[in-house]
């Protein structure tokens, strides 16, 4: 139907119309600014819907179809009558506006962004369209053009906070540091109430490493706002990193009891700020009242075990798993964690028993097949070890745990090169475990194949250069091979400071120096060897050496019987203290000696 150019089209269905229009602006406006906040008022004589609308007929109607084919989600549709009513109010920055936002939401950037230039800033009279026209051209990436509108709508609107928010976040992710702090500082001046405006002013401290600055931000913007979860997690962050655990924690405290009791990721950081004190009871204390909100919370309830085990409180943690599984008969991970417990215990019966089980409910558990594995190595149940272990490296060919059990299960067995095999298997899967390379060493060493130990240590250290185990076993090796000793005494020297009271590292740096010819200080580190390990016969037999090259020929000798004495099968050293001149060594252990070095 086409209308005389002389009647006013409103006045045709007058009542119809505004009703439309009315629903139409209201949905626009909804959209816009949904999933905001609430915001303060706006300045007086200022509205969000002052928006110009089409003015000719023509334009006005194909604007109704436009919007209609919107509700619709018929986007080409509204775009085409847009474009259409345009033609007949080619100044209309209402219908340039939506064909603007239309191109944006069908990816159409170019298109967007040359409408949305069309209009000047001067004909932008609604919040909304601030906010819109700068997302356009932020999406775009006319960074620019967004900054420049929206700090013009901070000009018209300086009491809305979105407007400020919009311009600060927009440079943040530019990492423009300093702009973005002036814009929060206007925010807070034009909005005091604004504890937004102290949560970026902290962000931006943070990123400025101005932490106490930071810190007092994020406490401005709890006092403006109780309930800011989001400053709560930064200042808590910011205390913990400090080494303020206490002030983090009576700030949750806080929260839990004035502003939200049943806050459950502040519970659960509580719990971890007091096991980190070695506060257990308090941490606990928070579980319960999870619990109590919630029984069926099954991380609060295998926390409580993790708490009891780390407590060594094997029964109570038990006790919890045992509770959770009544009820949740299928939860692999928490059986899985139950059989562990009973590790933990040196019940390996039960152990095997709870690890059974889940693989009786599904095969395919890799958990509790490679568990089986270790526990039945550890009971030296070599084939049952083996069996299980291939099973797991059948299940994930890729984990790198099964073929260093099973390599470690080998040298149990004394088969070498069947270690050195399973290991080198592993090494294919994942080449940069340096537990696996490190084991294929000591493998290697049992084949005398001493290029390859070296090889395959220095792999691991690479990988790892904290690798304890490497370290040590590198430098007593050159140490008693008498070759790189200054290398040896380096090795050792960092294997000790790692792990300052593992008796047989002070052992290997005492060789070490004593192979370089620095007696006194081999002497002095081979007395603490002895008081961290006292029933090891290689000490003791270092230490005869050591006695002996110092003319001690008694405590020397004294040192090699005690060794003989934990270890009689040792025909090296029985041959050696027949050639000092010792005599025949009687090491029997009825003729202990009460030696004392």
């Known amino acids: 139907m086409r209308y005389p150019s002389s009647i006013p089209f409103r006045k045709v269905f007058p009542v119809w119309l505004s009703r439309i229009q009315t629903c139409l602006l209201s949905v626009s406006l909804l959209i816009v600014s949904c999933g905001t906040a609430p915001q303060p008022a706006l300045q007086a004589g200022v509205t969000t819907s002052s928006i110009e609308e089409p003015i000719h007929p023509q334009a006005y109607y194909h604007f109704l179809r436009g919007s209609l084919a919107e509700l619709n989600n018929d986007g080409p549709k509204a775009l085409e009558a847009y474009q259409t009513g345009l033609a007949f109010d080619q100044d209309s920055v209402f219908l340039k506006f939506r064909i603007a936002k239309l191109h944006y939401s069908l990816a159409h950037m170019t298109a967007a962004v040359e409408m949305a230039k069309q209009i000047p800033f001067e004909r932008i009279t609604s919040l909304e369209m601030f906010l819109e026209m700068a997302r356009i051209f932020s999406g775009a990436g006319e960074r620019d053009q967004a900054l420049e509108i929206l700090a013009e709508g901070e000009k018209r609107f300086s009491l ?57 931000h994020f406490e401005q913007a709890i006092e403006k706002k109780a309930s800011f979860e989001r400053a709560y997690i930064k200042l808590v962050e910011l205390l913990e990193e400090a080494g303020e655990s206490p002030r983090a924690i009576a700030r949750l405290e806080t929260f839990l009891k004035e502003v939200n009791p049943h806050h459950r990721e502040f519970r659960l950081r509580l719990v971890r700020l ?5 506060n257990s009871d308090l941490a606990l204390g928070h579980l319960d009242s999870l619990l ?7 991380y609060a309830q295998v926390r409580k075990a993790q708490i009891y085990g780390e407590q060594g409180n094997f029964s109570a943690a038990i006790g919890e798993l045992k509770a959770v599984l009544r009820d949740r008969p299928n939860e692999l991970r928490v059986r899985d964690f139950l059989g562990l417990l009973y590790e933990e215990k040196k019940d390996y019966e039960r152990a095997i028993n709870t690890y059974q089980a889940n ?24 084939d049952e070890a083996l069996d299980y272990l291939d099973q797991a490296v059948k299940l994930s060919p890729k984990r790198p745990e099964p073929y260093l059990l099973l390599g470690l299960t080998y040298f149990q067995m004394k088969d070498y090169h069947n270690a050195k095999r399973r290991l080198e298997e592993g090494i294919l899967q994942d080449p940069s475990n340096a537990e696996l390379h490190f084991n294929l060493g000591t493998a290697y060493d049992k084949l005398d194949r001493f290029d390859e130990v070296v090889k395959e240590m220095e792999q691991a250290l690479e990988l790892n250069p904290e690798h304890a185990d490497a370290l ?11 070759i790189n000793v200054e290398e040896a005494v380096v090795l050792t020297e960092r294997a000790v400071a790692i792990k300052p009271h593992n008796g047989y590292y002070v052992d290997s740096l005492a060789w070490a120096l004593f192979k370089v010819g620095r007696i006194d200080e081999a002497l002095e580190m081979m007395h603490r060897a002895v008081a961290l390990v006292a029933d090891d016969p290689v000490i003791y037999e270092h230490l005869g050496e050591i006695f002996l090259l110092r003319d001690e020929h008694e405590k020397a000798r004294e040192a090699w019987v005690h060794s003989l004495q934990l270890d009689s099968t040792n025909d090296l050293l029985k041959q050696r203290f027949r050639d000092t001149g010792f005599g025949e060594p009687v090491p029997t252990l009825s003729q202990q000696s009460t030696f004392t070095p």
């Open 359 to 382: 693989i009786e409910i599904d095969p395919t558990f890799f958990d509790s097949v490679l568990h089986l594995g270790f526990v039945t190595y550890r009971l030296k149940r070599n």
């Open 292 to 298: 109590e909100h919630n029984p069926g919370d099954l």
């Open 274 to 278: 007091y096991v980190a004190q070695k």
């Open 160 to 216: 809305e906070q979105r407007l400020y928010l919009s311009h600060g976040s927009l440079l943040l992710t530019e990492r423009a540091y300093d702009q973005a702090e002036e814009v929060f500082v206007d925010l807070a001046k034009n909005v005091p109430g604004s504890a937004e405006a102290h949560y970026y002013l902290g962000i931006i401290a943070v990123e400025k490493n101005a932490k106490l600055e930071a810190l007092r």
């Open 472 to 482: 040590n076993y590198l430098g007593y090796s050159y140490a008693d091979r008498g």
